[in-house]
């Protein structure tokens, strides 16, 4: 079966950024100067009614970046069809955070065959990335940087990856990310209607209730069309509690579902934790490990 859960096409809609300007270099007395303004279309200062219905979405997103170690733990689904049959794969995905680029995350698929689970691990350390196969116990080493702005990035969960390649795009500049959080939702808009490759002149909002819980839903286009996504956001959290994602990529369809179980701040953590030290008679292999069922065969 081809690679399907590293296919480049269902990125995060919010973290499918282009390049942002740079954040000037200013004291943090003052972190809303930080960020330089991005050119508008339009010298007006006023915002159209289609993109302040994004703001709780935006503010949501915001909160997130605002966050400097973390916890997310989500459940994944994911389908997809390859000449006309569908496969289906469930997986628990934890993954904890450091700002600006280290990650550890452990993601554990429920396969179909007798029911038996396959676990990875993804750590990097800011430089480096490692992708660790218990089953086989092989691991590959790649460089961060490539790892963090392609799609295989995807694999530490959507919304981290939102946040580590947010974070990677402004040049990995702590005080800019929480200069980010604070900006007031007019500037938040423009940062994101300029950068992201979300179609927010278009999207369609509704309010629904999902058990004992209200949600703005949020459907959205990308600007090149090449995925969709709905998003849910908790609008007394100010969380984003669900992601769905659809998209094609030559004849394959493929949908994602991350359903957000808790995002949980947590105390700083050493350094070695988002080191990679191989298990007994680990075998390090040269090409990156592909995450089943999703590689090929």
Not at 122 to 151: L, R
């Amino acid at each position: 079966m081809k690679s399907l859960f590293l296919i480049s096409l269902v990125v995060f809609a919010l973290g499918s950024t282009g390049t942002i300007t740079s954040p000037a270099q200013t004291t943090s007395d003052n972190p809303e100067s930080e960020i330089s303004q991005p050119p508008l279309a339009s010298p007006s200062p006023s915002i159209s009614a289609p993109l302040l219905q994004a703001a709780p979405l935006v503010q949501a997103s915001s909160k997130l970046l605002g966050q400097q170690v973390y916890q997310i733990e989500s459940k994944i689904k994911l389908t997809t069809n390859e000449i006309e049959e569908f496969a289906t794969a469930n997986a628990h995905l934890v993954t904890t955070i450091a700002a600006p680029d280290k990650v550890k995350a452990e993601l554990t698929f429920l396969t179909s065959e007798r029911d038996l689970e396959r676990q990875y691990q993804i750590i990097a350390n800011g430089t480096q990335v490692w992708i660790y196969d218990s089953q086989d116990n092989k691991y590959s080493v790649n460089e961060y940087p490539q790892f963090i702005t392609s799609s295989e990035g995807i694999t530490v969960g959507t919304l981290a990856n939102f946040y580590l390649k947010t974070l990677h795009t402004i040049n990995s500049n702590r005080i800019a990310s929480r200069a980010i959080s604070k900006l007031p939702p007019d500037r938040l808009l423009r940062y994101f209607q300029t950068y992201a490759n979300l179609d927010l002149q278009n999207m369609t909002i509704r309010n629904e209730q999902l058990g004992n819980q209200n949600y703005t839903i949020y459907d959205l286009n990308a600007v090149d069309r090449s995925y969709q996504t709905t998003i849910y956001v908790q609008p007394q959290s100010s969380n984003i509690e669900q992601v769905n994602l659809k998209g094609q990529k030559d004849d394959l369809a493929i949908t994602i579902t991350e359903q957000i179980i808790s995002q949980t701040p947590v105390e700083p953590m050493p350094l070695e934790t988002f080191n990679f030290i191989p298990p007994d008679e680990a075998e390090e292999v040269e090409s990156q490990i592909e995450i089943y069922p999703f590689a090929k065969p």
